[in-house]
Nanobody, 123 residues
Framework: QVQLAESGGGLVQAGDSLRLSCVPS????????MGWFRQAPGKEREFVAGITWDGPTTHYADSLKGRFTISRDNAKNTVYLQMNSLKPEDTAVYYCAASSIGGATRPRWYAYWGQGTQVTVSS
């Protein structure tokens, strides 16, 4: 069992940046492929970004390429999501998740989830 905890969300203005962090309790993340998802009110949970267990391979939702960057520091047992040039449509609860499948983009491929952190972008 892997328990994940996200942090770093908050209320920002359009154009600002935020960095989200995801840390586990009880287990190391180094064996897992990690992903970030988001869910806005009334919408389905959508894939944001993913990174393989060893870090060199990342993948993104096409609409977010160039603004969001996923990274991991296995020594610190932490996964990050750097979000730049935030827009009001980025407002959502952001979740990190762990998977045994590299390159996974669908929520059902992720076995472990955090509780989420709220990101609100005002115009």
């Amino acid at each position: 069992q892997v328990q994940l905890a996200e942090s770093g969300g908050g209320l920002v203005q359009a154009g600002d940046s935020l960095r989200l962090s995801c840390v586990p309790s009880g287990r190391t993340l180094s064996n897992y492929n990690m992903g970030w998802f988001r869910q806005a009110p009334g919408k389905e949970r959508e894939f944001v970004a993913g990174i393989t267990w060893d870090g060199p391979t990342t993948h993104y939702a096409d609409s977010l390429k160039g603004r969001f960057t996923i990274s991991r520091d296995n020594a610190k047992n932490t996964v990050y999501l750097q979000m730049n040039s935030l827009k009001p449509e980025d407002t959502a609860v952001y979740y990190c998740a762990a998977s045994s499948i590299g390159g996974a983009t669908r929520p059902r491929w992720y076995a472990y989830w955090g509780q989420g952190t709220q990101v609100t972008v005002s115009s």
